[in-house]
């Protein structure tokens, strides 16, 4: 399911309340947009990005570096603030604001080359020139989950900024703090006011606003990372507006380990696959394939990972696994190890709720899955592993691309070839050879299938909210 845009803590008819899911004690209230409100922030957002794809791209860039000192500066109010509303072990929410840093910086750096008017040869006639100009679209409408409050944002924010566009952000409610606090940064810096807008929504108001905004025609795109259910909505609302849509949806990636992998190497970087950020990950590792005659290492291996996992307050600096980030999720996973077991997987660590306040699951591995099973067809969105045996290469590739999903791949072989080679049979978005699928700012992020389309990063995300203008001009 990715993360549930649409979904809320505690919410009442006019505001947002935010919840702590390691102790489930109020966070804060915040008073609900109505639809003047809303109309007010699209007529200035627009305006401002009108005035925004005006500026040169060397001073958006200039801005664009001081942002990123500005996120080093004043990393530990936004991680602990990212910690408190869903839960993310601090030390991960410290990467997750220094990986935006590095974004912004990567972009100051790159923008002007990115966007640079490209000269096309023209034969022929005699005195014709032609070039192609990326042109910024306008005000952009996001929709980001709470799973990685920060960092969801800013790979969508920051490239779609120094492209010349604005933003207009409905983040998820459980993390109204984070997405104030960073529309704020953006404007601390020097971003023209009203560039970048965080919209407060009650859960009930979601649709419809959201709805209406892709219609409105002061809105030129829209973006949205979260659940099928909500990208189903988001990008048929797109289609009938006929505007640009990027969806990055579910995920149910394959991490799979061929017989000649080194196999200790691939245990450990598997339970940091699964289970990092309490394995709440659109891009995280869920299916283990692993090849049956590496098998019985790589499980033996794995379990004793996963037994070393602390699980616990996520402030303490010891914690590798913190709640989850709201009690819902808790139970929808819960169903899915439950139907699992019942259609024959067998349960090796875990599978239980754990008692006391918050919102904690134990870190849970199933054996002898397969397709059939929730834990293996469905996404599970929490620390929850699903392995699988494949009787030789080509059932891992079946094994493998038995999902609706197609998000990222990992394979795990001494042989760079053989890994290749399994790679490219299966469908995704990015495959990683011995290395744990990440996003990074160099390469595009998206998926395939259920999974969505259109890209995020490098020159791809930047270009995404362009118009590729064609000039053709006659002496």
């Given at each position: 399911?990715?993360?549930?845009?649409?979904?809320?803590?505690?919410?009442s008819t006019s505001t947002v309340t935010t919840t702590n899911p390691a102790d489930g004690t109020t966070l804060a209230s915040y008073p609900s947009m109505g639809?003047?409100?809303?109309?007010?922030?699209?007529?200035?957002?627009?305006?401002?990005?009108?005035?925004?794809?005006?500026?040169?791209?060397?001073?958006?860039?200039?801005?664009?570096?001081?942002?990123?000192?500005?996120?080093?500066?004043?990393?530990?109010?936004?991680?602990?603030?990212?910690?408190?509303?869903?839960?993310?072990?601090?030390?991960?929410?410290?990467?997750?604001?220094?990986?935006?840093?590095?974004?912004?910086?990567?972009?100051?750096?790159?923008?002007?080359?990115?966007?640079?008017?490209?000269?096309?040869?023209?034969?022929?006639?005699?005195?014709?020139?032609?070039?192609v100009t990326p042109e910024p679209l306008g005000l952009v409408l996001a929709v980001m989950p709470w799973n990685f409050p920060v960092w969801q944002v800013m790979?969508?924010?920051?490239?779609?900024?120094?492209?010349?566009?604005?933003?207009?952000?409905?983040?998820?409610?459980?993390?109204?703090?984070?997405?104030?606090?960073?529309?704020?940064?953006?404007?601390?810096?020097?971003?023209?006011?009203?560039?970048?807008?965080?919209?407060?929504?009650?859960?009930?108001?979601?649709?419809?606003?959201?709805?209406?905004?892709?219609?409105?025609?002061?809105?030129?795109?829209?973006?949205?990372?979260?659940?099928?259910?909500?990208?189903?909505?988001?990008?048929?609302?797109?289609?009938?507006?006929?505007?640009?849509?990027?969806?990055?949806?579910?995920?149910?990636?394959?991490?799979?380990?061929?017989?000649?992998?080194?196999?200790?190497?691939?245990?450990?970087?598997?339970?940091?696959?699964?289970?990092?950020?309490?394995?709440?990950?659109?891009?995280?590792?869920?299916?283990?394939?692993?090849?049956?005659?590496?098998?019985?290492?790589?499980?033996?291996?794995?379990?004793?990972?996963?037994?070393?996992?602390?699980?616990?307050?996520?402030?303490?600096?010891?914690?590798?696994?913190?709640?989850?980030?709201?009690?819902?999720?808790?139970?929808?996973?819960?169903?899915?190890?439950?139907?699992?077991?019942?259609?024959?997987?067998?349960?090796?660590?875990?599978?239980?709720?754990?008692?006391?306040?918050?919102?904690?699951?134990?870190?849970?591995?199933?054996?002898?899955?397969?397709?059939?099973?929730?834990?293996?067809?469905?996404?599970?969105?929490?620390?929850?592993?699903?392995?699988?045996?494949?009787?030789?290469?080509?059932?891992?590739?079946?094994?493998?691309?038995?999902?609706?999903?197609?998000?990222?791949?990992?394979?795990?072989?001494?042989?760079?070839?053989?890994?290749?080679?399994?790679?490219?049979?299966?469908?995704?978005?990015?495959?990683?050879?011995?290395?744990?699928?990440?996003?990074?700012?160099?390469?595009?992020?998206?998926?395939?299938?259920?999974?969505?389309?259109?890209?995020?990063?490098?020159?791809?995300?930047?270009?995404?909210?362009?118009?590729?203008?064609?000039?053709?001009?006659?002496?």
């Amino acid at each position: 399911m990715s993360a549930d845009v649409t979904t809320t803590g505690t919410v009442s008819t006019s505001t947002v309340t935010t919840t702590n899911p390691a102790d489930g004690t109020t966070l804060a209230s915040y008073p609900s947009m109505g639809p003047a409100e809303v109309e007010q922030a699209v007529a200035l957002g627009a305006d401002a990005a009108r005035g925004w794809g005006r500026v040169p791209v060397a001073d958006r860039a200039a801005l664009l570096t001081r942002f990123a000192a500005h996120l080093r500066a004043d990393a530990e109010r936004y991680a602990a603030l990212v910690t408190a509303e869903m839960g993310k072990p601090l030390a991960q929410a410290r990467g997750e604001v220094e990986k935006s840093a590095v974004t912004a910086d990567y972009y100051a750096a790159r923008a002007a080359t990115i966007l640079a008017p490209r000269e096309v040869e023209i034969d022929s006639p005699a005195g014709v020139s032609a070039f192609v100009t990326p042109e910024p679209l306008g005000l952009v409408l996001a929709v980001m989950p709470w799973n990685f409050p920060v960092w969801q944002v800013m790979r969508f924010a920051i490239p779609t900024l120094a492209a010349g566009n604005g933003v207009l952000l409905k983040h998820s409610p459980n993390v109204t703090g984070t997405a104030l606090a960073l529309a704020e940064a953006f404007e601390r810096v020097g971003f023209p006011a009203h560039l970048v807008t965080a919209l407060v929504l009650v859960e009930d108001d979601v649709p419809d606003t959201v709805g209406g905004l892709i219609a409105d025609d002061r809105v030129a795109a829209v973006t949205l990372t979260g659940s099928n259910r909500a990208g189903e909505m988001v990008g048929a609302a797109a289609g009938r507006a006929s505007k640009r849509s990027v969806l990055e949806l579910g995920g149910s990636d394959a991490f799979v380990v061929l017989s000649d992998a080194d196999v200790p190497a691939a245990a450990a970087a598997a339970v940091g696959a699964r289970f990092t950020n309490s394995g709440q990950s659109c891009v995280c590792a869920k299916r283990f394939v692993v090849e049956a005659p590496v098998a019985e290492e790589f499980t033996r291996l794995f379990l004793e990972g996963v037994e070393a996992l602390s699980v616990g307050d996520p402030t303490d600096p010891a914690t590798s696994v913190g709640p989850l980030a709201r009690g819902d999720l808790r139970a929808a996973l819960q169903r899915q190890v439950d139907q699992s077991v019942a259609a024959g997987a067998t349960l090796a660590a875990g599978g239980h709720s754990i008692d006391g306040p918050g919102s904690f699951y134990e870190p849970t591995v199933l054996l002898d899955t397969g397709p059939g099973m929730p834990a293996f067809d469905e996404e599970t969105f929490g620390p929850v592993a699903a392995i699988a045996v494949a009787a030789d290469e080509d059932e891992a590739v079946r094994l493998a691309n038995a999902t609706p999903y197609g998000l990222g791949l990992s394979v795990w072989s001494r042989s760079t070839e053989r890994a290749l080679g399994v790679a490219r049979r299966v469908t995704s978005g990015a495959a990683f050879v011995n290395a744990v699928v990440a996003s990074d700012p160099r390469v595009p992020f998206g998926g395939t299938k259920r999974s969505g389309y259109g890209r995020e990063l490098a020159e791809a995300g930047i270009l995404e909210f362009t118009n590729q203008r064609t000039y053709w001009v006659s002496a």
